[in-house]
């Protein structure tokens, strides 16, 4: 199960931090949590912050990797996250 936690940082910016397990039925919510804010203000930066992601699956990786951009960066991940995205490259 995955929780988002959506956050203002300013106006430019939101931090949507993830705790629980990401698979790829809780990524199709991620994706339009994403997809939403991205395509309110092509300026907004979205941060998804991982620090709360315990598990995540090969196919999760893959499909987060592809959202991945100028608008959209992944920070505050553990090794084990960092290493499936990497992977998923």
Do not use: H, W
Not at 20 to 27: L, M
Not at 38 to 63: H, P, R, W, Y
């Amino acid at each position: 199960m995955l929780r988002i936690t959506e956050n203002f940082e300013n106006d430019k910016t939101i931090r949507l931090r993830l705790d629980g397990s990401i698979s790829p039925e809780s990524c199709r919510e991620l994706e339009k949590a994403c997809l939403r804010y991205q395509g309110q203000n092509k300026e907004k930066i979205v941060l998804l912050d991982m620090s709360g992601v315990v598990f995540m699956t090969n196919d999760a990786a893959t499909k987060i990797v592809r959202l991945r951009g100028d608008q959209l960066r992944i920070i505050n991940c553990s090794p084990f996250i960092e290493t499936l995205l990497n992977t998923a490259e």
